[in-house]
């Protein structure tokens, strides 16, 4: 039944392409905004980029957003999947085409940038709870591997920009407030005089969560500065800071468990008080200028600093604290030989160092204490860029050489890598309103000094048996674009090595774990399609993937041709947007979620789901009111799995049938 009707969703998408053709080529002369993008390093239009990627603008329909998750932005994305929105202490967790899905918290296999300024840390790990989310503008996905463009963990790419286009000076404030006693509450302030403009936004956040054990408390504070020396001399400065005193983990619980109390936290996680403490503070400085006509130089400086406390739910280590400093520079210099044909030089430097202590939890309070340790991570990376356009399209060639040293304060702990990493696509232009493109690349993923700390022998030092992962990707894809139209298809294959997957033990349960499997393959196809004519928005997005694993013996089990666990078959999301004139919009969105497995033996699967949110909005001039639905149809889903769960502990309940309202006041 469900292939049927992803069959009838496909047949409408290419009945509606052929007929939207006829009808489009009449507008031929209208003129199309070009949206040019900065996600492959050389600003290209998004038309012709040879690699598959989606671009979101949030100017028009941000409002109605709830603005709690970052999932709230990314799901008309096809191939990405979001889990954990409900557990602020483990954070958003991402996977594109499978890389990422290892997570045990945060992000990892997948590269992010915030304004220009890399988010994820040199070792690879990327946490989302310092995004302003209220100001956020557009982002961009490049869905594949990326690591000629940034080196490690770039399984895909995540750019996000916050508010920076505005006219007038402005002071926005914002009210929220819903189920499970949640609160949100922001102002922001665009200012704006002769060559200097500046956004400042600061952010409130709280809730007691759906389950026992999860509620949380969060602000956000961020501002960013541009200031033009020249037409062709800028500079911008960013400063966030996130300050979280608490966020409460209520853990995984068996099937068993669900479907005594959705809501019910594990005892254990009760027991041993787990939740986090979180200082993050982050400023980064950026300067542009144009030297000439053929001639460009853009440089950045960052540093950030994170303070964080854990407590887990087991004795022996299971209260952790961790203070961590890493900052980075990089430049690059474009050249531009001819009117055809572009090149562009990067150097890029990335130093970490994470001072990790364990002690025994004694009931949410550090007793003995059982690891104290330096670890270190340092990159120094060159790259070069090329591109050149032909008669029937454009050429892209890219090569990274990376350099990391990584250990701890132990010399024999001391690790060094050399990685070089190539890309090359081509986009054929000559087809009217449609272009084809075809592509290669590459991507290493070193594990993250957290994975390698988790030694499973107990004491010190890292993991000696894990080593970093491989992957080679190829793409074909088509785009097809017009005034009311932006279609997009993509197939892809990927072979990887030395795929990282977590794992527990009896003895630290709810404790990841991280082993090496040997190589899997991934395959599949997505397809997107936007439609915008008048007061209507329309978006549909599906993926299908075929992840499996080629050699992977564990134990004594071959689990060959098993599929990657934590990552669905299908994925489908469609959106409806409609903004009357007198004011009033609303939106319907809904997704389905296909099978997956928990375990990577594929012994548990996971069933599939189907979700709808609706939300309206209300304007009169500066004043407006907001409201949504979540969960509209009350459906029983998880909201994150968590991979090879000791004791089929997997399942993290997600919130039934949910709202919000809100306010929200321009002066």
Do not use: C
């Amino acid at each position: 039944m469900k292939n049927k009707y992803f069959k009838t969703i496909l047949a409408v998408i290419t009945l509606y392409t052929s007929t939207a053709q006829v009808r489009d080529s009449l507008q031929q002369k209208i003129a199309l905004k070009e949206i040019t993008l900065d996600a492959i390093r050389i600003k290209t239009p998004k038309r012709i980029i040879p690699f598959a990627l989606t671009h979101q603008t949030f100017q028009s329909n941000q409002l109605g957003l709830p603005q709690n998750s970052l999932q709230d932005y990314l799901t008309s994305i096809p191939g990405l999947y979001a889990q954990n929105t409900q557990n602020f202490a483990q954070d958003l967790r991402l996977s594109i085409r499978g890389f990422g899905a290892r997570s045990g918290f945060g992000i990892r296999g997948i590269q992010l940038i915030v304004d220009g300024i890399p988010e994820t840390t040199p070792d690879g790990q990327g946490q989302l709870d310092n995004l302003p989310l209220g100001i956020i503008e557009s982002l961009t996905v490049l869905r594949g591997p990326a690591s000629s463009f940034y080196g490690n963990a770039s399984g895909g790419v995540i750019q996000i920009n916050t508010l920076e286009d505005f006219i007038d000076n402005f002071v926005r404030l914002r009210a929220q407030g819903g189920s499970f006693s949640s609160k949100n509450l922001s102002a922001t302030i665009g200012f704006k005089k002769n060559e200097t403009k500046a956004v400042i936004f600061q952010n409130l956040t709280q809730s007691d969560g759906y389950r026992n054990h999860s509620r949380y408390k969060q602000q956000v504070f961020n501002a960013r500065i541009w200031h033009d020396i020249s037409p062709n001399n800028q500079i911008r400065w960013q400063f966030n800071y996130t300050h979280s005193p608490y966020a409460y983990d209520a853990g995984g619980i068996n099937i068993e468990s669900v479907q005594e109390n959705r809501k019910h936290a594990r005892p254990q996680n009760e027991s041993y008080n787990t939740y986090e403490t979180i200082d993050h503070l982050k400023t980064g400085l950026q300067w542009e200028k144009q030297i000439s006509d053929k001639l460009s130089l853009d440089t950045y400086a960052f540093y950030a600093q994170r303070d964080f406390v854990g407590r887990l739910p087991f004795g022996f280590g299971g209260y952790v604290e961790l203070k961590r400093n890493y900052y980075g520079l990089g430049s690059a210099l474009e050249f531009k030989p001819k009117n055809n044909h572009r090149m562009q030089f990067r150097f890029s430097l990335a130093d970490q160092k994470d001072h990790r202590k364990r002690f025994r939890n004694e009931g949410g309070s550090p007793g003995d204490n059982t690891l104290d340790q330096e670890e270190l991570f340092f990159n120094t990376a060159f790259s070069f860029l090329d591109e050149l356009k032909l008669d029937s399209g454009i050429l892209r060639l890219g090569l990274r050489y990376d350099n990391q040293r990584l250990g701890t304060q132990q010399e024999s702990d001391k690790v060094y890598l050399n990685t070089l990493n190539p890309s090359l696509g081509f986009t054929y232009t000559e087809l009217g309103s449609h272009v084809m493109f075809i592509s290669y690349s590459t991507s290493f993923e070193t594990p993250t000094l957290n994975e390698l700390s988790a030694n499973p022998s107990g004491g010190p030092g890292f993991n000696p048996d894990l080593d970093p992962s491989k992957a080679h990707n190829f793409e074909l894809g088509w785009r097809f674009t017009s005034p009311e139209n932006k279609l997009e298809a993509t197939l892809y294959t990927i072979k990887t090595q030395n795929e990282i997957l977590p794992y527990e033990l009896e003895n630290f349960p709810d404790r990841d774990f991280y082993r090496n499997i040997g190589k899997t393959t991934r395959m599949g196809i997505e397809l997107f399609w936007e439609h915008q004519k008048g007061p209507w928005e329309w978006t549909l997005s599906y993926n299908y993937a075929s992840l499996k694993f080629d050699n992977y013996i564990l134990g004594d089990n071959d689990l060959s041709g098993k599929n990657l666990p934590g990552v669905p078959q299908q994925q489908f999301s469609g959106s409806i947007q409609y903004n009357f004139l007198n004011g009033w919009g609303s939106a319907l969105q809904s997704q389905y979620i296909g099978e997956l497995y928990a375990d990577d033996a594929n012994l548990t699967q996971v069933t599939d789901y189907f979700l709808a949110n609706i939300r309206v909005w209300k304007s009169f001039n500066q004043l407006s009111f907001f409201g949504g639905i979540n969960n509209l149809l009350d459906r029983a889903y998880f909201d994150n799995i968590r991979i090879n769960g000791f004791g089929r502990r997997y399942y993290e309940p997600a919130p039934m049938r949910n709202f919000y309202l809100g306010v929200n006041i321009i002066f």
